[in-house]
């Protein structure tokens, strides 16, 4: 029997500050929580991903060495304390990668010749990875190394111009040969208000236009959401019983059924 491949999953948007980074973190955990083998990679510089499932930012921690070229990736992933998640930790060295990347051979294939060997190992179903919030060397070498890009999409009207920008760049990657199986995998709607009629416009707006590529669930803006990266846990473990730890415990249900088809 052939073994099960490791799905890559790029958590996506130029956009900050429309709940990348929470997604991304409270998606791994779900995932885990449900069984999956999941690895957390936090390739932004910010960290947060990193202090969101309470490890350190520690100087030489991250990726950063063995994209240029030094050691091996799987020697850089740390245990997390929830069952099943591990993680690759980021730190501020990574601010610096997008220039060390510009001279280095294959420059945009550095994180898929990077990768190989955590995929080859089996030891996960699933890598998700923390994107930077821009349109950078080192995302593009993100969308070369992943199969699936799932976009957080923020409630307000002008969410939506980022993801045409987004969209264009993923079909310049897979039209080009470059990346050919690179496809959108999914929409989330985040930081939603059922009280407001902004956000009920824009997310009927985006189903719209988008279709089948929103995800059913929506992400609520919640004070316990963003109350849980500052105690180092993600918000099913946080506060499992809370309208956040619901909706993301629901949109890993729907990864695992979009992953299955």
Do not use: W
């Amino acid at each position: 029997m052939l073994p099960v491949p490791t799905h890559v999953i790029a958590v996506a948007n130029q956009k900050g500050g429309v709940g990348k980074t929470t997604t991304a973190v409270n998606l791994a955990a779900c995932l885990a929580a449900s069984g999956q083998r999941v690895l957390l990679f936090d390739l932004d510089a910010q960290a947060n991903a990193t202090s969101g499932v309470g490890l350190e930012k520690i100087e030489g921690a991250s990726a950063y060495r063995v994209l240029l070229g030094e050691g091996n990736l799987l020697e850089k992933i740390k245990p997390t304390a929830f069952e099943r998640l591990e993680m690759i930790p980021s730190e501020m060295d990574m601010c610096a990668v997008d220039l060390e990347l510009a001279s280095q051979e294959n420059y945009l294939q550095r994180l898929t010749q990077t990768l190989q060997p955590v995929l080859d190992s089996g030891r996960f179903d699933v890598v998700l990875i923390d994107c930077p919030p821009s349109t950078s060397l080192l995302t593009l070498n993100i969308f070369m190394a992943c199969d699936k890009i799932l976009v957080p999409l923020q409630c307000e009207y002008f969410s939506l111009e980022g993801v045409s920008s987004l969209t264009r760049m993923f079909g310049q990657l897979r039209d080009s040969g470059q990346n050919p199986r690179l496809e959108i995998f999914g929409i989330v709607m985040t930081m939603f208000d059922g009280r407001t009629k902004l956000s009920n416009e824009v997310v009927a707006e985006v189903r719209n236009l988008l279709g089948a590529k929103v995800f059913e669930t929506v992400i609520p803006r919640t004070t316990r959401l963003a109350e849980a990266p500052s105690f180092g846990q993600p918000i099913i473990h946080y506060d499992k019983y809370s309208s956040g730890a619901a909706a993301y415990e629901m949109l890993a249900q729907e990864v695992l059924a979009r992953l299955q088809t």
